[in-house]
Each structure stands twice: as C-alpha cells, then as structure tokens.
C-alpha cells in the first residue's frame, strides 16, 4: 500500500517483571493508511496501551519491526525518536497528563519549545489556533485545575494537535469523561480526521468505536478481528440528539 | 533549545513550585549564612587575639627568670635566679642577632598629678624598649641611655595614664609625682589597646630602668629581659645566641639546667590562641552541623518531589523532549536556585557580621575561602538533588516517566 503509515511485523513486547516475563503484545502485524481513523478495542489488560506506546514511539518493543511512514523505528537512536514523537506524533492519553500549574496556552505550546526543525514560525500564534480548534480560545490563561475534564483533554487535544502531525494517537480519550462530553471529544476527532489526520485510538465502548471507520479487535497481546464500520456515527448528529434529549427531558 | 528558552524554561519552572524553591533556598541560605557567620566569629576571635599578641611587637623574645622545665624557680641558683644589669649588658655586648635589648624592672604605685591621682603599674626599661615593642611616642620625646645613667627622674606616659590625669592639657614638661617622688614627664605614647589577657596596655608608665631599681622598687630586681631580633627569621637563632650568653653570665656548668626561660612571640601566642581555637572548632563544628542539616533539608524536598518531577519529565519527553533538554532544564533550574540562595546567604552572613562588629562586642571577620566553601557546599548539595530526578528520569522510556510512582 502505498498509502501506508503504520505498519507493525511480528510486533511483540514482552514485559519483565522481577523474574517473570508478561507478554503483552504477540507478534502483531497491523497496517494503517493514511487517513483512517481507527478504533482498538479489546478486554482490559488485551495490550492496546502497549501496542499504542509502541506506535506512538513511546516505548522500545521487545522484537518486531515498527514502519512509521516507510522508516524501520528499530534502527533509530533514542533522539530521532524524540523528534518522531514531537513532529509526526500526537498523543492523546487517559490522564490528560497536562503539566501542573501551567496555563493551557503554556501546555499547548510544550512541544513548539522541542521543536528543533523550527517548523512552526510564531509557536504562540500556532498554540492559540490550536486551542481555537478545540474550542478554547477564552479558556488559554487557565490552569488545568481550572478546568473540567472535559477542557482538560481537549488542552491535551490541542496540545497533540499544535505540531501539525501525521498522526494522532489516543489512548482511551474518553474513558475519564461522562457520554456527552466523550462525544464533543468525537465530534473534534471526526473533524480533524476529515482534515485529513490520521487517528488511531482506543476506546472501551462499542458505541464509540462507531465514530471511526475502522475497528481492530484485540485479546491476550493478538490482533482477533479487523474489520472496517458499516454504519458509520457522525459524533455531530449524536451530539445534536443528546442535547435534543436534555430538552425533553426537562 | 537556546540558551535564552532553556533558562525561561527553569524560571518559569521554579516561579511554578514556588514553596518547594523557596524552602530549598532557604536550606542554602541558611546553611551557607550560618556557616560563614560561625567561622567568621571563630576568625574575629582569632585576629583579635592575633593582634594582641603582635602588639608586643613581632621580633620580640622574653627572657625571664627561673626554669619552664623543672617546675618553676630552682631551689639551690639563689642570686643566679636573678637578673642583673650584667646580664643585660652582656647581652648587649655581645648578642650580634639582635637589634635592642632592654630590662623590664616593675613597679606600681600612687601617681599624683595634673587633675588628680592614679594607680598604675611603672615599667622600668631602657631607651631600646619602644623599638622593641614597636610602640611610637605620640608626643614628646623618650628617654636616653644617658637618663638610664644618671637615673634620671624622668617618664613616659602610657594613653590612659595621660587621660586620667592630663584630660585635656598637654602633660609634657608637667611633673607628676610617683610614690611620692616627682618626675618630669618628657612623652606620650601612643595607644596601644589591649593585651592578649585582655587588660589594657595603655595603663602604664614608662622610667629609666635604673631610676626605677634605685628609687622606686627598692633594690628589686630585673623582672625580664625584652629582647628583638634583627629580623623575623632570625628569632630561633637570637634565642640560642641568647641562651649561650645567659649560661656564660650566670656561670653555669656543661650538664646544668638553665636557670632562666627564653620565649618568643610563638610560645606566647601559642597558650594565647589556645582559648579561641577551641571556640573556632566548636563554632565549626556547630556551623558544620547546620550545613548538614540544611542540606538534608534541600535533599528532602527534592526527594519529595521526585514523583512529581519525574511525571512532568514524562510528559516533555512524550511531546519531543530529548533528554539532554531535560538534564539541561534541571540544571539550570538547580544552578539557578543554589546561586540565588548562595548569594542571598552570603549577603545575609555580611548583613549578620556588620551589626556583630557595630553594635556588639564581639567581633566577625569573613575569609573570602570561607564563603567559597560554604557556597561551595550548599550549591553542590542543591544542584545534586537538584538534578538527581532529571539525571534518574531522562535515561526512562517516556512511557515509564509518565508511569512513576
Ligand atoms: N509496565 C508494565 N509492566 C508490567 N506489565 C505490564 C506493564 N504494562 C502493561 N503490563 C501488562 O501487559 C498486559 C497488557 O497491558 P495493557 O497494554 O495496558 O492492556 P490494555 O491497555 O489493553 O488494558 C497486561 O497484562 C498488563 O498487566
Ligand atoms: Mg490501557
């Protein structure tokens, strides 16, 4: 495929701890175009978070080979890795793990400072766009205990946004926030997607995954099932009929 | 990054944990400002007793009567335990390391004159004595070995004596009487302050020794013999010279102790400084214990941190950092705090040691190594612990920074 931008062969990572060995991920081989949005999903403890740190070049894997983009990660040095997590990677994760006591705007502009191709001129300019997109641009002076969850990640959304990626990981985006700001989250990710980002993310629900157009199935570290989304959710629409409900509801 | 981000960077860094800065700050500061203030008080202690001791001048060498090894005065000498003017001609004759030599003959006793009485202590000494106490004259002139001669009723006051009893005349040409008998007095010497026993030097009045043995100590004897060198390096020789001129005068046979004690300025100094090099070691010692202290202050509010730090290490390196950015922003920042709190430290120590030395008796020296050390210490105790999760955090994996516990 020409089109390809993750490609794992026998991707395998396998845990130590103390004596014993956990494998996490087993020999998983999955490809991605560009452009897909995909959904991982899986039993707790199936290994989507490793097999997301790995792509994500946030971890070394045990054995098997990572084509990001058409480059073997395996021959890289610990710096270029650094520099594929800060141009070609957003990272979205559970937590938000947004820095303390640090306005959104300081956030969000956290990677341009590791930005040492200067690709991106006027770094502060960049960094409100970015929290325009998600919606944020009153909430920039704000720090992080000063805003909900939901602000929260979508600062964390920008943050991954601002370097302009190839790709944008997330790993269970959602799994901190209630439904209806789990779909606002959506609505931003379809959005992006449609910009032409890739997105590979993982979610608990399969009502969520509905939003991708992709789902891979995982269980025990092995990729199960792969398959691409029928009826397709546009996060928009729900959001509409959520709020529609709120109304009736009152 | 450049220079000028990676230090808006630690500034910001440092501005945002503003407790945990200012608590390791405090650690240096006190650590750096106790230890400095200590050793200068154990330094003042130390000059003063420095000066004192140089106050005798510094070629000096006593001799006195008696044996330092057996116990004090030998039984059997008799008037060989005693110094005579011989001795101290003999010295003269024939010494050729030294420069001056002059008796010290005590005496005390009631001055009447100018606005009142006095009780001082008179010293008995030959025209060679200021030189050898390196003690210049305010005013007026000394005596002459022509006045030691004829026993001349002539004297020197000493700054005290001249304030008690001449407060605002001249006392030059003025007679005062000592015990009684009248003296012209002929000079004023300058202030000298205190000794190393702590009484004042100034307190005394200077006579032609032989005026002092006829008139006024009724035959007593020589009480030392004060003696300087040609120069400083010459002092051990000069004592030996002494010693083999001493022995011949007092006509004692090979194989028989001396009946008398030669000291220098070391000997003197060395039971003088006794007493302040013990307060030096206990104020080290205490400043050493706050510095450790101090120290593990710093060390454990790092440590306390390092959860905390390690997570935001995750978190940049997982946006693009390279762990060289890190260790570079963890250094700053630890630089940035150990050198603001050496500083702040340093000027509080100077801030302590000004009002020690104004509006207090005792006194503060600061030693430039001093304040090396200190800073020295403190900032390598804030810059390690400092850097220790960043030097701990940068080799992780981003995944395992962001998971730490
Ligand atoms: N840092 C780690 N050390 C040891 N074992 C781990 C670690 N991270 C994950 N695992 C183990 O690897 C397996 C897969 O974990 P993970 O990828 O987090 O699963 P998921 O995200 O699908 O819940 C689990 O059995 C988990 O216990
Ligand atoms: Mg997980």
Known sequence: MENTIIKTVNLTKTYQVGEIDVPALKAVNITIGKGEFVAIMGASGSGKSTLMNLIGCLDMPTSGDYFLDGVNTSKLTKNEYANIRNQKIGFVFQGFNLLPRTTALENVELPLMYDRLDKIKNPI???????????????????????????QQRVALARALVN?????????????LDSKTSVEVFSLFQKLNNEGITIVMVTHERDFAAFAKRIIEMRDGKVIKDSPIKDRLDAEAELKKINEEAIIAE | MQAKIILKVATKSIMKSRMRSLLT??????????????????????????????????????VTPGTSTSGGVRGGAGTFNRFTMDDVDKIKNEATLIKGVSPLVRSGGQIIGGTGNWFTQIQGVSPDYLDIREWPLQSGEFFTDRDVMARSKVCILGMDVKKNLF????????????????????????????????????????????????????????SSIQVSAITTDKIAAAQAELRNIMRESHKLVQGEDDDFTIRDQSDLSEAATETSRILTILLASVAGVSLVVGGIGIMNIM???????????????????????????????????SLSGGVIGVALSFLIAYILNTYTDQ???????IIMIAFGFAGAIGIFFGFYPARKASGLNPIDALRYE
């Not at chain 2, 440590?303 to 570079?328: H, K, Y």
């Open chain 2, 303 to 337: 440590l306390v941190s390092v959860t905390e730090r390690t997570r935001e290490i995750g978190i940049r390196l997982s946006v693009g950092a390279r762990a060289s950015d890190i260790l570079v922003q963890f250094l700053t920042e630890a630089i940035v705090l």
């Open chain 2, 167 to 222: 407060p605002n005349d001249d006392p030059i040409g003025q007679q005062i009487r000592i015990r009684n008998t009248p003296f012209k007095v002929i000079g004023v010497l300058s202030e000298k302050g205190q000794s190393s026993v702590g009484t004042s030097n100034d307190d005394v009045i200077l006579a032609p020794s032989k005026t002092v043995l006829d008139r006024l100590s009724g035959g007593r004897f020589i």
């Open chain 2, 25 to 62: 700050a405090l650690g240096i500061i006190i650590g750096v400002a106790a230890v400095v203030v200590m050793v200068a008080i154990g330094d003042g202690a130390q000059r003063n007793v420095e000066k004192s001791i140089a106050s005798l001048g510094t070629n000096l060498i006593i």
């Open chain 2, 363 to 369: 006194s503060a020296f600061i030693k430039p190594q």
């Open chain 1, 125 to 151: 300019k960049q960094a409100k766009q970015a929290l325009d997109k998600v919606g944020l641009a009153d909430r920039m002076h704000h720090i992080p205990s000063q805003l909900s969850g939901g602000q």
């Open chain 1, 164 to 176: 302009e990626p190839a790709i944008i990981l997330a790993d269970e985006p959602t799994g901190n």
